[in-house]
């Protein structure tokens, strides 16, 4: 993975700001801070890699109501998005400074020129799925703590490569998965993990059919000015531009992401591995079978049907069809459907159950931004590591590997590889695009 050299960086962020290589000054203390200022000292310093429609709705937003957070820096290959991210950050700001303007937010094209900067201490990474493992490793090798959008990864191999980076590194990670601190969620999973439903027996995920695609030219033409299109592909196969491969619609394109059993699958397979206490591990089987139908150049599936066995003897099915997900025990069952719905359950009583002290508390926050920050701060893991956000979406890969192979596959969790099939074995990983590599 290429680093900036020094001139380099400093050719770049000049080119970025327009005004040579000038470090945003942090604002007053009393800037920020509901009921009482934090100090800049005491402020964790971002940096924000890919600021579209959920980088900024989510994750700048909810980054900027925090009194012990700052944004310095914003990064997108979209001069647009990235320009209208600095203006949010700055116009944040000085509003709550009390002064008309405040120019403290730096933007850029290239997300090494913020790995550069030695005074940014974690990154908020809100790209497609393909750039979201490289500037993790970088970051981590930087020496800076990472939140990552999920799905996390695009590949197995991805996702193995990036545990272990940060957990060589020591770095702090939260995969951005905010199913884990809404209270339905956690409730239903501690439900299930105290024995509430009995032993567990089986788990049914429901997730979206079809494709949502926003309306977009797919004529092939020269990207817009603003736009830097090869950087935007980055480790992902050369194809031409049209507006309608990238932002939104690229969630349908396999070269960047994995259609809605990854996009949708981060969510609630999630909760499945965590009420089942397999979110370190993974199934020991998948089978199913799936449709690919291929529409100009989106290619992910739109229907789906897996079944999966995990060693404890849990069987789940994933099948497309809309947002849900139930546990399913020898005494009852509990789950809901639609996303972040009230819980149901049979019987009915298991809904007023009470955990009582010395059972099982699972670990959440009230959100993943406010979770992040306190792991930066006490360096204690977040709810949802690198490790958890891995195997939770290695799940939906090996899913769309056994819909294409078309037969059962035996997983070995542990070893991360198939023990049945070698041609599997081989979609375990993507050839990068050079200069890109893990």
Not at 48 to 75: E, K, M
Not at 214 to 240: C, H, I, N, Q, T
Not at 266 to 292: C, K, M, S, Y
Not at 331 to 360: D, F, R, V
């Amino acid at each position: 993975m290429p680093a900036l050299t020094r001139r380099e960086m400093l050719k770049r962020t000049a080119a970025a700001t327009g005004a040579g290589f000038a470090l945003p000054t942090l604002i007053p203390a009393s800037a920020i801070g509901a009921n009482g200022a934090v100090a800049p000292s005491n402020r964790i310093t971002l940096g924000f890699i890919g600021v579209g429609d959920h980088g900024v709705s989510r994750n700048l937003n909810g980054f900027l109501g925090q009194p012990d957070a700052q944004a310095v820096a914003v990064c997108d290959v979209d001069r647009s998005r990235r320009e209208a991210a600095k203006r949010l950050v700055e116009e944040k700001y000085a509003a709550a400074a009390g002064r008309g303007s405040f120019k403290g937010c730096a933007s850029y094209n290239d997300f090494r020129v913020i790995l550069a900067r030695k005074e940014i201490d974690a990154v908020v990474i809100s790209t497609p799925d393909h750039w979201h493992v490289i500037p993790a490793i970088m970051a981590a090798r930087s020496g800076k703590d990472v939140i990552c959008e999920k799905p996390l990864t695009l590949t197995v191999a991805e996702g193995r490569a990036l545990s272990d980076a940060m957990k060589r590194h020591r770095r702090i990670f939260q995969t951005a998965s905010e199913n884990r601190s809404l209270p339905v969620y956690h409730r239903m999973c501690e439900l299930v993990r105290n024995g509430r439903i009995g032993k567990l027996r089986s788990i049914h995920v429901t997730l979206p059919e079809g494709r949502w695609v926003r309306p977009a030219s797919r004529e092939v033409k020269p990207p817009p000015e603003g736009f830097d299109y090869e950087m935007w592909l980055g480790p992902a196969p050369e194809a031409p531009y049209s507006e309608a491969r990238c932002h939104w619609n690229f969630r349908w394109i396999e070269d960047y992401s994995g259609g809605f059993l990854t996009d949708w699958g981060a969510h609630l397979l999630d909760i499945a591995q965590w009420g089942n206490d397999t979110e370190r591990t993974g199934p020991v089987t998948v089978e199913g079978r799936g449709e690919f139908p291929r529409d100009g150049i989106y290619d992910s599936a739109t229907k789906f049907d897996l079944t999966y066995t995990y060693p404890n003897g849990v069987v789940m099915t994933v099948a497309s069809k809309e947002p849900g997900i139930r546990f399913v025990g020898e005494e009852g069952w509990i789950g809901n459907t639609g996303w972040n719905s009230p819980l149901q359950a049979e019987p009915k009583s298991i809904l007023n159950s009470e955990i009582k002290p010395g059972e099982t508390r699972l670990y959440t926050a009230r959100d993943k931004h406010r979770n992040f920050l306190d792991g930066v701060k006490t360096r204690k893991e977040c709810y949802a590591p690198a490790e958890v956000g891995h195997r939770t979406i290695s799940i939906a890969h090996l899913g769309n590997i056994a819909m294409k192979r078309g037969k059962k596959l035996n997983w070995d969790p542990k070893r991360e590889r198939f023990t049945n099939d070698a041609e599997a074995n081989r979609m375990l990983s993507r050839p990068m695009r050079s200069p890109w590599k893990l």
